[in-house]
């Protein structure tokens, strides 16, 4: 199993005769399955090598965004930056705030921008019991600006509150494809 991976919590699901006995998987009662936080796969919280590599490959030229996909923990989990724990136990949304607040002057000093944070959930089309906490677009003017900010000694010293909120977690670099502008920035 992945490093940082969470097993498949068997009897999640249990099974209903319908149709001549055929028998389909039922969901558990909603409040077990908000408590189980299943996952089925592998979690994903910092960008490996390769990814990183792949990026770089791309020689984008230009403004990226970020699209950020979320799962938040129910509890915040600082047990690997104990110093930015707060006194009382905070959840994983209030403690990705937290790491929101501590990064927008940076990412702001760098040339970025936070374009979009809002509550997700399930998908419109995906799969039917997935989905995420939060999304959110972040908007560089290069990609060696972002690296810049992301390398920065001072907005890396509040990583940690990204860590004890994020159980699971999808970046994609997108880059402006020149079909579309955003509405005030030139012609369109």
Not at 11 to 37: C, D, H, I, Y
Not at 83 to 107: D, F, K, N, Q, W
Not at 129 to 158: C, I, K, P, T
């Amino acid at each position: 199993m992945p490093k940082g991976a969470a097993p498949l919590r068997k009897n999640a699901l249990r099974t209903s005769k319908v149709n001549e006995g055929l028998r389909q998987p039922e969901p558990a009662p909603s409040a077990a399955l908000a408590a189980l936080r299943i996952v089925s796969g592998p979690v994903y919280l910092d960008p490996t090598e390769a990814a990183v590599l792949e990026l770089l490959s791309r020689d984008i030229h230009g403004p990226v965004t970020m699209l950020n996909l979320l799962k938040l923990r129910e509890r915040a989990d600082y047990a690997e930056h104990p110093m930015l724990a707060p006194a009382e136990p905070i959840s994983g949304r209030a403690a990705y705030l937290r790491y929101v607040e501590h990064t927008l002057p940076y990412l702001r000093a760098s040339g970025g921008e936070l374009l979009y944070l809002g509550d997700g959930g399930s998908y419109l089309i995906g799969p039917e019991h997935e989905g995420w906490d939060l999304a959110m677009l972040v908007r560089q003017h290069s990609l060696d600006a972002f690296l810049a900010f992301a390398g920065n000694e001072d907005y890396l010293q509040g990583i940690g509150h990204r860590t004890a909120a994020v159980h699971d977690s999808r970046i994609l670099p997108l880059v402006d494809c020149g079909l579309a502008r955003p509405a005030g920035t030139g012609d369109s």
